[in-house]
């Protein structure tokens, strides 16, 4: 291995294959242990098998544990070799439990016949020839695997699987951007061997991973390029790539000069913003040439990538467990320990769930704008406006807050940073498309629409200053605010955005059938993400059975006791022509959403009146569509 890291190599296949001879020379070529899997049977097993008896998932289960147990012990100081039939994928998670990025496996296989007459030729084998079929019937075929044909001599085969092992890398990157860059340190600081591959554009982009590797000491063992078919010869098979390149056109780029390079069961990771419909195009794509293609959402910006993001992975289940280990031990950890990374579901829904997590963090990030908006106009400068957001800290913990409590006190020539910024913010594409989707899947999502519309008035600043010109008016009244009530209306604000996201994620899974949990995307969410907080690690167990969590009793409890502030709060800024536009929407969608008899029936007797499009009747339960002509 090019690393310090110690694994347990598994040399797995059916028996007859030359499990045995082959690791024996694998282990004696790299120095390292080897032990005969059969060896640890229990006689029992042994017997039962001499028989003539297949053994059951029951008489194997202690057996798995004690190579479970003994990869264990070894790896603790050095590498080791196990021949060992581990036929099914059930077999396997017992083998490499607590050791998942310390395990290699090698699968020898060959046709039915091959085998046979190897057995046949054996002798001492215990194992009866009848048993053969079973086995083949039995065998799940991993594909994770580093796959060989018996076809080869045992010598060639233990020389290639050093060179796969020993002399490549297990985990490539391209693209090394600011989260490329960070990512890979991240990943070469948990021990994994890697490949990383920039670009070669003359006098713009030259020796881009080279200096990059120079750099930092971690990646002192990992193999830099700017040739792309070096780079993906430097890699193990199955090769697992993360691109970490503009969304788009660049992606589609990058996939198309893959493609003819990759093997089956290789591995393409998309960790950029791309849109989950784009994401599901190249998953087909992929899917005719036999290579996976996993659409992994990653936030947490720079620090996060470098000290552990949440990763959103989704895309084909069994390809999710080839990258699990790279990408689990890489994210951010809960309070449990446990990685802010878990598979998401099918298709584009990682995207998709990257996608809305951006969504809620534009409103949230609105919503302290609009807090730090009222207190600005209330008289507080940024001092102690920082003061009072951070007595919210107890309450309303979060990451958008505590950075913008440092942004508030951040001081540059004896004044205030934030006075000198100027009030125009941008916006990447992913809360538009978060805006499309709501609308698309026909769900309520409308504080994601008005933070991301309040970016867009905020682009229109010459007009702002003429539009002030104009419509400003003397108040002559001082602003004041009970800074409670707004700690009390931003809480509310906050439930009622998580709410419009969960819900929209909702509709989303079922409208694609993806099977979301939303528990577990909670639960990746409460570490390494932008949006994490201490509302986030409560939504865990309120999202286990119910996707409404404005009807779970907790909330409810909570909604009913600081409704009143958020009314206040918006109609006093109103009346002050301050713009708050998610905390207004936040109310609005509430009273919109708990009144039983709305106004709809105004609209659809219009939309009947004008083109015939029909109605309901509520004395009638049977769901018939009427049509009345309006000028009779």
């Known amino acids: 291995m090019n690393s310090n890291k110690q694994f347990a190599i598994f040399i797995m296949g059916v028996s007859g294959v030359g499990k045995s001879t082959i690791g024996k020379l694998l282990a004696d070529q790299l120095s390292i242990p080897f032990f005969d899997g059969d060896d640890y049977h229990p006689e029992a097993n042994k017997k039962k098998m001499a028989n003539g008896h297949p053994l059951n998932d029951d008489d194997r289960y202690d057996w798995l544990l004690n190579l479970n147990r003994l990869a264990n012990d070894q790896i603790a100081n050095t590498s080791c070799v196990i021949a060992c039939s581990a036929l099914k994928e059930s077999y ?71 060179n796969e092992l020993q002399k490549k890398s297990e985990f490539g990157i391209i693209g090394l951007g600011v989260m490329g860059k960070s990512l890979a340190r991240n990943l070469a ?91 599901q195009e190249r998953i087909d794509l992929l899917n005719n040439h036999q290579i996976h293609f996993i659409g992994a959402g990653v936030s947490g910006g720079e620090q996060g990538a470098l000290k552990g993001p949440s990763i959103m992975p989704g895309g084909n289940a069994d390809a999710y467990k080839l990258i699990q280990p790279y990408l689990e031990s ?60 951070e007595s919210w800290s107890t309450a309303a913990s979060s990451y958008l807050l505590e950075i913008t409590i440092s942004i508030l006190r951040k001081k540059e020539e004896g004044g205030w940073l934030i006075d000198n910024i100027l009030d125009t913010s941008g916006n990447k594409g992913t ?15 409308t504080m994601i629409p008005a933070s991301l519309f309040a970016r867009y008035i905020s682009a229109f600043k010459t007009e702002r200053i003429e539009m002030n010109e104009v419509y400003s008016t003397d108040r002559n009244n001082i602003f004041l605010i009970d800074e409670g009530e707004l700690l009390n209306a931003y809480q509310l604000a906050r439930i009622v955005n998580h709410h419009q996201g969960f819900k929209l994620l909702s509709q989303a899974s079922n409208t694609y059938d993806w099977n979301l949990n939303l528990s577990k995307i ?99 339960a049977s769901g018939t569509f009427y049509h009345t002509n309006w000028e009779e």
């Open 92 to 162: 396997r998670e017992l083998l490499k439990k607590g050791i998942e990025t310390n395990i290699k496996w090698v699968l020898l296989h060959g046709t039915f016949d091959q085998v046979l007459e190897r057995i046949q030729q054996r002798t001492s084998h215990f194992m009866p020839t009848s048993l053969l079929k079973s086995q083949f019937d039995t065998l799940e075929e991993p594909i994770e695997a580093l796959k060989i044909n018996i076809r080869e001599t045992p010598q060639k085969i233990t020389t290639f699987i050093v």
């Open 189 to 279: 600081s948990h021990n994994f061997t890697l490949s990383m591959f920039n670009r070669h554009v003359a006098k713009l982009e030259e020796n881009i991973a080279e200096d990059f590797k120079n750099e930092h000491s971690e990646l002192s063992k990992t193999l830099a390029f700017d040739d792309l078919t070096k780079f993906v010869n430097s890699l193990q098979s199955p090769r697992k790539i993360m691109l970490m390149v503009n969304a788009g056109k660049p992606v589609d780029a990058v996939v198309k000069s893959l493609i003819p390079l990759l093997s089956k069961d290789d591995v393409i990771i998309d960790g950029g913003n791309s849109h989950y419909k784009k994401t």
């Open 330 to 389: 890489i994210a951010a950890k809960n309070k449990h320990n446990q990685p802010c990374c878990t598979y998401i579901g099918s298709g584009g829904s990682g995207h998709f769930i990257k996608m809305v997590h951006n969504g809620i963090e534009y409103a949230e990030m609105q919503l302290l704008a609009e807090a730090y908006f009222i207190l600005q106009n209330a008289g507080k400068n940024p001092d102690e406006i920082a003061d009072i957001l």
């Open 431 to 445: 809360g538009n498309w978060t805006t499309i989707a709501t609308a698309e899947l026909g769900m309520p999502s």
């Open 522 to 620: 909670a639960g990746i969410w409460t570490n390494g993400c932008i949006i994490r907080s201490t509302l986030m690690e409560e939504l865990i167990d309120l999202l286990k059975n119910d996707d409404n969590i404005l009807l779970n009793s907790t909330i409810v409890l909570q909604v009913k006791a600081l409704r009143s502030s958020l009314n206040r709060v918006v109609s006093q800024a109103v009346l002050h022509e301050i713009t708050i536009p998610c905390l207004s929407e936040a109310t609005n969608f509430l009273n919109g959403y708990s009144t039983a008899n709305s106004s709809a029936n105004i609209i659809q007797a219009q939309r009947d009146f004008f083109g015939a499009h029909t109605y309901q009747r509520v004395d009638d």
